[in-house]
Structure formats: C-alpha cells, structure tokens
C-alpha cells in the first residue's frame, strides 16, 4: 500500500502544488488553464462553454519500458 500527500497553496490565479514526487505550479482561471508537474510536464487546458474541455501535455521525462 503506498501513502500519498498533497498540498495546494493557492496566491490569486497562481497556484502552488506540493506532493510527495515534489513541486508543481499552475496558472490560469476555469477557462483557460496552465500546469507544470514536478517531472517538468506541462500541460495546456481550455474549457469551452457546453461542456468541451481541450487539454494538450507537452514535454516530460520519456520512461522506456522493457518487456522481458
């Protein structure tokens, strides 16, 4: 069983998101939204009235998995 632990401290429209894997920081309002995740990921999202939601992740460590 692993353990899990986050914590959100919230400056106006700047967030930042602590947890166990480390630091991450977003932008952005319900519309339109940035995030950066510890691993360096960032990930783009826009909400459109009707319920559409676009989201588009950019960047990050490639992790090459190998089958034996």
């Known amino acids: 069983m692993g353990?899990?632990?986050?914590k959100s401290i919230k400056?106006?429209?700047?967030?930042?998101?602590?947890?166990?894997h480390g630091v991450g920081h977003s932008y952005g309002?319900?519309?339109?939204?940035?995030?950066?995740?510890?691993?360096?990921?960032?990930h783009v999202s826009v909400h459109l009235p009707g319920g559409?939601?676009?989201?588009?992740?950019?960047?990050?460590?490639r992790h090459r998995r190998y089958h034996y």
């Not at 559409?52 to 460590?61: A, D, E, W």
């Open 11 to 20: 400056l106006g429209p700047f967030r930042i998101n602590l947890s166990r």
């Open 29 to 42: 309002n319900r519309r339109f939204h940035i995030s950066t995740t510890p691993d360096g990921r960032r």
């Open 52 to 61: 559409f939601h676009l989201g588009k992740t950019f960047g990050g460590k």
């Open 3 to 6: 353990w899990h632990y986050r």
